[in-house]
């Protein structure tokens, strides 16, 4: 009967152990998600590290993506021939909330990506300081110099980029990408 109880008391204390350890990594996750840090040289708070679109337009990037956002429009016939390219497609974003630049091209590009109504993976944000660094996330192997910087993917392998503006639009840059 006591080595009955005693494992029962192992696994319990396993169980609680695993929540535990399971609530404590995600919690730390959470935590890393759209922080803000403090930006001297335009006096108010910018995105660092990993981030969604909801927390960058908590800041005062939002005024500036929903200008450009709505200004854009995506050429129709090359929405056509971007669509059947999608399939294994992931986009990363190095982007500055504090650049102009991130300010005109990031919203052109969400709203191509929303323009495409494709099913293909949400772009990954990496949002960066004016040294080029992500706070906690190593940009280490992405070669970022510029930003935005639009690294797009095909099943893992970098097809292609798009750094600061596009040479021609940001849906036909786009498409030259997806056709390599």
């Keep these: 009967m006591k080595i009955r109880n005693w494992n029962k008391l192992k696994m319990r204390f396993l169980i609680f152990f695993i929540l535990h350890f399971s609530f404590y990594i995600c919690f730390a996750?959470?935590?890393?998600?759209?922080?803000?840090?403090?930006?001297?040289?335009?006096?108010?708070?910018?995105?660092?590290?990993?981030?969604?679109?909801?927390?960058?337009?908590?800041?005062?990037?939002?005024?500036?993506?929903?200008?450009?956002?709505?200004?854009?429009?995506?050429?129709?016939?090359?929405?056509?021939?971007?669509?059947s390219l999608l399939d294994g497609i992931t986009v990363t974003i190095v982007m500055g909330t504090w650049c102009s630049d991130s300010k005109e091209q990031v919203p052109r590009f969400m709203r191509l990506f929303d323009d495409l109504e494709h099913s293909f993976a949400s772009p990954k944000f990496i949002c960066v300081d004016r040294n080029k660094k992500a706070g906690d996330v190593s940009l280490e192997g992405l070669n970022i110099i510029y930003v935005p910087t639009f690294i797009v993917y095909y099943r893992g392998r970098e097809l292609g980029r798009i750094v600061e503006t596009p040479k021609t639009t940001m849906d036909q840059d786009f498409l030259d990408i997806l056709k390599k």
């Design 29 to 83: 996750q959470e935590k890393k998600l759209n922080q803000k840090v403090f930006d001297e040289k335009s006096n108010g708070e910018i995105m660092i590290g990993y981030c969604t679109l909801v927390g960058i337009s908590d800041t005062a990037f939002l005024s500036a993506y929903q200008k450009e956002y709505d200004a854009f429009k995506s050429q129709k016939t090359l929405l056509i021939q971007m669509y």
